[in-house]
């Protein structure tokens, strides 16, 4: 039987986490970054945000699966109390739970902090995207046109939302 754990980010999980962000900005339009990253970029990120904000990874048989996080939704003081989440899981294993692995345990760490709102950018179309949201209670409020390009092509943005208290 596999063996998993969501965990706290640590700096040593930057290469893998490069590797799969990579090919989500190689070969999808879920992030609108165009240029992959280097594992130092990935652990300059990660030690930025870990001072105010939760990472974790799914560790499956000792290999890196997925990885979730929160941060900061805009720079300003009135944003404080609102992050922005984001959920990744590596190719080929999708449909896994992974992804609900992660949110299950970065909503929870959420829930018990000062955080009032968690908003969700979401590139479109992506149902399973939308499904694993609105799974945790979040729900559509906007909906942006054409704010992205990337492979030749116009995407659009939805930003889905949860209040927690």
Do not use: C
């Not at 941060?71 to 109390?81: E, T, V």
């Not at 896994?96 to 829930?111: D, M, Q, V």
């Amino acid at each position: 039987m596999d063996k998993f754990a969501v965990r706290p980010v640590v700096l040593a999980d930057a290469e893998s986490i490069a590797r799969i962000y990579n090919r989500y900005i190689a070969r999808s339009t879920i992030t609108f970054e165009m240029t992959p990253l280097e594992t130092a970029d990935v652990e300059g990120r990660v030690r930025k945000a870990i001072e105010s904000f939760p990472w974790l990874v799914y560790e499956r048989d000792g290999i890196i699966r997925g990885y979730a996080y929160a941060g900061a939704y805009h720079g300003r003081a009135a944003y404080r109390q609102t992050v922005e989440v984001s959920v990744y899981v590596e190719e080929g294993f999708e449909g896994r739970k992974i992804g609900s692995r992660l949110y299950e345990a970065l909503f929870s760490i959420l829930e018990a902090s000062d955080v009032h709102a968690i908003i969700a950018g979401i590139a479109l179309p992506n149902p399973g995207s939308i499904a694993l949201h609105e799974r945790f209670g979040m729900e559509k409020v906007a909906h942006f046109k054409e704010v992205g390009r990337k492979f030749d092509r116009w995407i659009d943005v939805g930003h889905w939302q949860r209040i927690l208290s």
